[in-house]
């Protein structure tokens, strides 16, 4: 029994994944995956799919298969009729969430965008101990017994000693039955790599330039994360001025004040320069901006900046420029003339809205640097 109800679950799982897939630039661009990231899970809500399990119905009610129908038609009614009526005590239609680990949601991003593995450029490593349930013993602490092993003893005990009846199962383990998960303690090298995030937070960003970033970072740091076990995160705002702040606060602010943003570059490059030297850690910087800037004479000094003190040092920069009606978006146009042509290691990319996130993805991360 245990054996059918893991397969079932198996399968019930792929099924998940499977529409996962078929949906994925949908929930890319809705942003329906991000219900919560807990310690390693994220919820999903997924219409129309329910987790096996046995249901008890009532008496005098019809069965299965009676009365028209087609395949496909929803049970309970129609659906035209969703939200009328007086309040009643029958169950309404439901959103299930299924949990998956972001691993797994990393390696369903991957197979979709054709995302090839990241080769780490740093040398320097982190030696991290990991403790990897390996084995079983006869000795070991409750909270680590397997039962499934333990009752599998006992049940050979019983059968062998002929205590066993078939009529009238019943599986009673004592002391010499119990069986318990035993662990190896092991050693795993992990790459140093860091995401440096900036973003332009003046008058021209408003709340849905912001999401557009918040959505797009979130699965940047999920594909980064598979890819790096050791990943460091730092944030940049910036207006006229900038300044190094926390997540929460990346992702809230916005000022009223004009847009430099060489200052943002200037801080980065600060940043990279005392704490992550380009020989030991691999360094993702991105920035995401609606393409305004105060003058020529600041994307020149970006440039030079770029050219003189951030590219030589990161695996990858990328630009994401996200559409505003304030905004002047030509800084894309000049970062595109001035500075990657002579970088292999520049991703420009354009965001007019949400639909174009599953894209924009695919250009930060489809290199493989």
């Keep these: ?8 679950y198996n399968r019930f799982r792929q099924i998940i994944k499977g529409k996962i897939k078929d949906n994925l630039r949908k929930y890319i661009s809705s942003g329906e995956m991000i219900g919560r990231k807990g310690k390693d899970l994220i919820s999903i809500p997924l219409p129309q799919i329910d987790i096996p399990r046995f249901r008890f119905g009532e008496n005098g009610k019809g069965g299965a298969s009676q009365g028209e129908g087609e395949p496909g038609t929803p049970v309970g009614g129609d659906d035209d009729a969703e939200g009328q009526g007086q309040a009643g ?42 403790d990897r349930y390996s084995g079983i013993s006869r000795v070991g602490p409750e909270s680590l017994r397997h039962f499934k092993k333990t009752f599998r003893e006992a049940l050979k005990r019983q059968i062998i000693s002929g205590q066993f009846n078939i009529d009238k199962p019943q599986i009673i383990p004592i002391r010499d039955d119990f069986r318990y998960r035993s662990w190896k303690t092991t050693s795993l090298p992990e790459s140093n790599a860091v995401i440096i995030y900036m973003m332009d937070v003046s008058g021209s960003m408003w709340d849905e330039q912001k999401h557009i970033v918040r959505l797009e970072t979130f699965w940047i740091d999920t594909w980064l994360q598979y890819q790096y076990k050791g990943l460091s995160t730092r944030y940049i705002i910036h207006d006229a001025q900038a300044g190094e702040v926390d997540r929460d606060t990346f992702f809230t602010v916005r000022e009223n004040g004009g847009t430099v943003i060489s200052s943002a570059y200037e801080l980065c490059a600060r940043v990279i320069e005392a ?24 994307n020149k000094a970006c440039a030079e900046i770029l050219h003189s003190r951030l590219l030589p040092r990161v695996n990858l920069f990328g630009y994401g420029q996200v559409e505003s009606t304030y905004g002047s978006g ?14 292999e290691n520049v991703v420009l990319s354009y965001i007019p809205d949400k639909d174009a996130i599953y894209d924009s993805i695919k250009d930060f991360l489809g290199k493989g640097k």
């Design 330 to 343: 030509e800084f894309i146009d000049f970062l595109d003339e001035h500075v990657k042509s002579e970088h």
């Design 89 to 130: 005590n029958q169950p309404g239609q439901h959103l299930r969430e299924v949990e998956l680990t972001l691993d797994e949601l990393a390696e369903i991003i991957g197979e979709e965008l054709e995302l090839p593995n990241i080769e780490p450029r740093g040398k320097k490593q982190i030696v991290t101990e990991k």
């Design 275 to 298: 704490d992550y030297p380009s020989d030991e850690w691999n360094i993702y910087a991105f920035h995401f901006s609606d393409g305004d800037n105060w003058s020529r004479e600041d």
């Design 1 to 8: 029994m245990l054996m059918h109800i893991d397969n079932d």
